[in-house]
Structure formats: C-alpha cells, structure tokens
C-alpha cells in the first residue's frame, strides 16, 4: 500500500483510534495486576450477575478512564454478562485504543456469536481489523453493516478503507464516494477520499476536497496534517508550514518541513525535481 493510501487509513484515527498498532500480549494477564478478574456468572445465575454491573453513572464515567483501566472495568462487566453487547463493544474499543487489536477484534467477533445483525458490532469487528492492517478481514463485517444500513456512512467509510488494504482500489472509490454522498459535510469522510485521491496522483482534487474538510467545525489536526503534507509535497512549504504550526509542536514541525524539502528538491543528479509518484511509491 502507498504512503498516501497508508494515511488515509490513518486519516480514520480520527474517531475511530485505527492506527493503533497491533500487539500479541495478552490483555489478561496485565489487568489482572490492576483488577483481579471476577469469576464467571453461571448461566442460572444471570439475573444475580445482572444485579452486580455497574451503574449507569459508573459506566459513562468509565469512558472517561485512560484505555488501560477502561479496559479492566469493561472486561469485568463483560465477565459478569457475557451477553452484555455494551460491555463487549466498549472493551473492544478500549482494547483497540491500547494497540491490541487481535484482542479487540476476538471481542468483538465473540459478539457477533449472539447478536450477528448488530450493526455496531460489525463495525467494531470491521475497526479491529483494519487497526491490525488487515483490511482483507475488514471488507466482510463493513459490507454486511453497509447491507443492514444502507443509510449510515459509516460502513462504506469503513469498507473504502478495507478495499485500500486489500488492494482493491475500483471497489475503494466506489465506497469513498457512497460514504461521500451519505455524508458529504463529514471531514473525515472527505479526508479520506482526498487522500485516497492524492495517491493517485489527483493532487489538485485532493486538496479542494482537504480544503472543504478543514473548513468544517469538526476537523481533527489529522485532517490538517493531511493538509499540510499535500501542499509540502506540491513545494507549498509555506502554507505547509503555518498549517503544520497550528497543531504540532516546533521540533515536530521542523522535522516535517524537513522531510518535505528532501522530498521535494531537486535530484543531486540531472537536477530533476522527485515527482509525486516517487514520494507515494508503494512501501510494504
């Protein structure tokens, strides 16, 4: 995948905290220094296992906690109801946001086991795998919540990035575009597309729909970044530059504005400039 198709994907860290690499520790054995795992409720004792989950108050605090102790309150919760998809979604993302998405993506597939339709669900599984950089695992739960919901954008914005990883670039641009026009003021929405766009050399599409993005009340420093990296790589470096300083800090920006003046200037050897297809090469 090429660096440009890479940030587009990490263009969905946005929300949805995917560029959180993946880790094979077990998760287990570290919250159990933090929180001792409660025992399993049997299943004639589940009303009783009901009774001892937390309060509402407690949970929505919960999702206020750092990742590590979120994810030892909802695995506690999960244990006392297994059938408590809340509970398993919220571990899944704490998972995710602590950077093991196998675990994560385990979770949320043991959902799937008792509520297969659940959209959120499938977007949790579809999330997992895409934060684990495997999108090929991601396309089949982000299509069957495309099919269940046909009217969120969130599958189809799940599914380009899918399509991205497994090297399925006609069905990428064709979920960009439906996610696109379900949600057509969405900055992460149109972020990702620019991104997907300027990879392919589209650089001037790129950046009007990154224009568009940043313009939104809801536009994330990522989405800036995005910004700044497409007019540092046309030798803007100018606008990069004030752009990068709104969101990141001096030594950051420095290194970045060094990275774009050696992407950009001229060749030591016949003094051509290194074209925008050289920058966005495959890596793997």
Not at 230 to 252: F, K, S, V
Not at 265 to 277: F, I, V
Request: glycine letters at 4%; proline letters at 7%.
């Amino acid at each position: 995948m090429c660096r440009m198709s890479a940030l587009a994907a990490t263009a969905l860290t946005l929300s949805l905290s995917l560029a959180a690499p993946a880790a094979a520790f077990g998760f287990r054995s570290k919250a159990e220094a933090q929180t001792p795992a409660a025992p399993a409720a049997p299943a004639a004792d589940k009303t009783e296992a009901a009774d001892q989950r937390a309060a509402p108050q407690a949970r929505a605090l919960a999702e206020r906690m750092d990742p590590l102790a979120r994810a030892a309150f909802w695995a506690r919760e999960s244990t006392l109801d297994p059938t408590d998809i809340e509970a398993g979604l919220a571990l899944a993302h704490a998972l995710r946001d602590m950077g093991k998405a196998e675990e994560a993506a385990a979770t949320a597939e043991r959902l799937a086991v008792i509520a297969p339709d659940n959209v959120e669900v499938l977007l949790e599984i579809a999330r997992a795998h895409l934060a684990r950089g495997q999108g090929f695992y991601a396309v089949k739960p982000a299509a069957q919540a495309e099919a269940l919901a046909p009217r969120d954008w969130r599958p189809p914005f799940l599914l380009a990035v899918a399509y991205e990883l497994a090297e399925r670039d006609g069905e990428a641009l064709a979920a960009h575009r439906r996610a696109l026009a379900l949600a057509p003021q969405n900055p992460s929405v149109l972020s990702n597309l620019a991104m997907f766009q300027a990879a392919r050399g589209q650089t001037a599409e790129a950046e009007a729909l990154l224009r568009q993005a940043v313009a939104q009340p809801e536009a994330t420093a990522t989405i800036r970044q995005n910004l700044a990296l497409i007019l540092g790589l046309q030798g803007r470096l100018a606008e990069a530059e004030a752009l990068a300083r709104q969101d990141l800090p001096p030594q950051t920006v420095s290194a970045n504005l060094a990275y774009l003046r050696s992407a950009t200037a001229p060749a030591a050897a016949g003094g051509a400039g290194r074209s925008w297809e050289s920058v966005s090469q495959p890596h793997r």
